[in-house]
């Protein structure tokens, strides 16, 4: 079952840094990253870091999908966040494997990816003003916050694909290889929907 929300008590890990202490016990050594996916003879810390925040990314995007689920009037919608949702939460637990066939762990928050929960968190303040705009333009809000996070997810992946190209053959490189193949094309569909969607309810109020 993948981690959607990482906590202390639940194991987490992370970086010190100037306005951030980790207790003794949660606190993850520059070292300990620098052996992270040592066959890719790359930046172990680096990557390390960035796996983190794409898997912040992709758990963000279960609790979106389930914001704008909860949210939805229409059936036809909801269908499809469901969909998407479920998705999402599968991509958690290809990152999490990920990280640990590349000699990491999942439970540990980057100072990138806390950043992007942070960004995250007040995306989802938006969806929360319901009461103080009309149905149609709250609407249209929830695809354009969707899809600004679709797209995001996009890149992610489009990047680890060009990571995995330029590692020199190896295990590791397989492996990265292998959890691109199986979410970007889910990505993909994702970002279309978001984008169609978004453009039909446009043309629709337009009339053109």
């Known amino acids: 079952m993948p981690t959607l929300s990482i906590t202390a008590e639940k194991g987490g890990k992370s970086l010190p840094t100037l306005?951030?202490?980790?207790?003794?016990?949660?606190?993850?050594?520059?070292?300990?990253?620098?052996?992270?996916?040592?066959?890719?003879?790359?930046?172990?810390?680096?990557l390390a870091d960035l796996l983190s925040a794409v898997t912040a990314h992709e758990r963000c995007g279960v609790h979106l999908y389930n914001c704008l689920f909860e949210q939805t009037t229409r059936d036809e919608w909801a269908d499809r966040l469901e969909e998407f949702g479920d998705q999402t939460k599968k991509h958690v637990g290809i990152c999490e494997n990920l990280i640990h066939h590349?000699?990491?762990?999942?439970?540990?928050?980057?100072?990138?990816?806390?950043?992007?929960?942070?960004?995250?968190?007040?995306?989802?303040?938006?969806?929360?003003?319901?009461?103080?705009?009309?149905?149609?333009?709250?609407?249209?809000?929830?695809?354009?916050?969707?899809?600004?996070?679709?797209?995001?997810?996009?890149?992610?992946?489009?990047?680890?694909?060009?990571?995995?190209?330029?590692m020199p053959d190896s295990k590791e490189k397989e492996a990265l290889h292998q959890a691109v193949e199986k979410v970007e094309p889910e990505e993909d569909e994702h970002v279309e929907w978001a984008r169609s969607t978004w453009q039909k309810e446009i043309f629709s109020r337009s009339k053109l």
Request: net charge negative; proline share 4%.
């Open 19 to 46: 306005m951030t202490i980790v207790p003794p016990d949660r606190e993850i050594s520059f070292e300990a990253l620098q052996k992270f996916a040592t066959e890719s003879k790359g930046n172990g810390a680096f």
């Open 102 to 166: 590349l000699g990491g762990n999942s439970m540990y928050v980057s100072p990138w990816a806390r950043l992007t929960e942070d960004q995250a968190a007040k995306t989802l303040e938006v969806l929360l003003m319901s009461g103080s705009t009309d149905p149609f333009s709250m609407e249209l809000v929830q695809l354009e916050i969707l899809l600004s996070a679709e797209l995001k997810c996009h890149s992610n992946w489009h990047l680890l694909r060009e990571i995995a190209q330029r």
